[in-house]
């Protein structure tokens, strides 16, 4: 029986490349291609696919469930790795993952390929979500061991064997989009010293060109994810798409960092994500307000395990379900409205509100309406610091 593998395709250099070289090597390829909001022409990536000779292509539009099941968990567990990356890439991996292990299972394939390199994490990430859904498939990562070392080797060999790749001149930086932001790396960008120039970011303008004054917007909360903006309920990529410009018309969302790559490398890295940054800004606002402190507190900690279980590439493992468990239990409440401004790259919170606030005026007014006891705080403090009064004998040696 021929060998037959599922490719994950995107329709540019490398993987066109793939699908010749693993035909070269007796493989039957089918690729497959995901619509996780990308904005590339799927269409004529599958052409270009048939083309070169798989023998099969698949599209699927995933945008749904990618919001639903990866992007929406993102934004109640406040999902932002290092302080600064809100993990577009690192989220869309496992669904692409997922959706090779199911088209294998239906072509009876016994293999899958993506094009990653062996430098990155998002080799890790499908890696490690295929050995999780189905422990039987084996996994080719043909740039991982193929003879080419430069693209321009890549080039030829693309001539050579006449796959319909587009020759425009080499582009400057290497992007990859998606619905919830899009990650920038490579070119002059590798040298962390150097300011971005302005032509590698894709959606946002710059802070100096954003309107000089400020956009008010109210967005609400249903238990933990965004459902309007200023009272208007939003189908939930129609939101994102609407807060995507506007936040990148107001320049928000860039980040310029370095990372810590699983692999051991730190790497330069510019992402853009408007519509991420004012969710996370207003979600987490929405959370100081209706979570109790202990929860709260507790909550940040997981929230941090859960974006490093997210970057790593452990989507689908048992502690990261279970974490599920404990993040859906604190979103019970988190439904409200908050409210932001955009301003020349910043937003923002200036206002919150919810039914479900813990906030008490009459607690805490310094007006006449107090209702607080302060001759409380008395007996509290002193059995508080009682403890300590023997941490000071102890220090004494008394
Ligand atoms: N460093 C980011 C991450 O690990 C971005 C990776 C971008 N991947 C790509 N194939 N261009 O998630």
Redesign the pocket.
């Known amino acids: 029986m021929k060998k037959k593998v599922v490719l994950a395709y995107s329709g540019g250099l490398d993987t066109s490349c793939i699908v010749y070289w693993l035909k070269e090597r007796g493989y039957d390829v089918v690729a497959f291609l995901a619509d996780l909001g990308q904005q590339e022409d799927l269409r004529a990536a599958k052409e270009r696919a048939l083309k070169i000779g798989a023998s099969n292509v698949y599209i699927a539009d995933v945008r749904e469930e990618f919001i639903h099941n990866f992007i929406y968990p993102a934004i109640k567990a406040n999902a932002v790795y290092e302080g600064r990356y809100l993990l577009a ?2 989220l869309g991996r496992p669904l692409i993952a997922k959706y090779l292990v199911e088209t294998a299972h239906r072509e009876k394939a016994q293999y899958i390929a993506h094009g990653c390199t062996g430098k ?3 080799q890790v990430r499908i890696e490690i979500t295929a050995n999780i859904l189905d422990p039987r498939l084996e996994i080719l990562a043909p740039v991982r061991e193929w003879e080419f070392t430069s693209r321009e080797e890549e080039i030829e060999y693309a001539k050579e064997k006449k796959i319909p790749i587009e020759v425009t001149k080499k582009k400057p930086y ?1 992007l ?1 989009k998606n619905l919830w932001g899009i ?1 920038i ?1 490579c070119g002059i960008l590798e040298d962390p010293y150097v300011q971005p120039p302005e032509d590698a970011y894709q959606v946002t303008v710059s802070p100096e060109k954003a309107p000089a004054k400020p956009q008010y917007l109210v967005l609400g909360f249903e238990k933990g994810v965004p459902v309007s903006i200023d009272g208007r309920a939003y189908k939930p990529q129609d939101l994102l798409e609407t807060l995507n410009k506007l936040g990148g018309a107001h320049g928000i969302g860039r980040t310029d960092m370095v ?1 810590n ?1 699983l692999v051991g490398i730190k ?1 330069r ?1 510019v992402y853009e994500a408007p519509a991420g940054w004012i969710i996370h800004t207003a979600h987490r606002e929405l959370e100081s307000l209706v979570l109790d402190r202990e929860a709260s507190h507790f909550k940040q900690g997981i929230d941090a395990k859960y974006a490093e279980l997210i970057y790593n590439g452990f989507w689908y493992s048992p502690l990261k379900h279970a974490l599920d468990g404990f993040i859906n239990a604190t979103q019970k409440f988190v439904s409200g409205d908050v409210r932001l401004k955009l301003y020349k790259g910043s937003c923002v919170c200036v206002g919150r509100r919810s039914a479900h606030s813990l906030y008490s005026k009459a607690l805490a007014t310094y007006t006449k309406e107090d209702i607080f006891d302060q001759k409380l705080a008395a007996g509290f403090i002193k059995i508080l610091g009682m403890p300590y009064k023997q941490v000071a004998r102890q220090a004494r040696g008394k």
Do not use: I, V
């Open positions: 890439t690192a990155g994490n998002d290497s990859d990650s790396e990372e790559r790497s890295e």
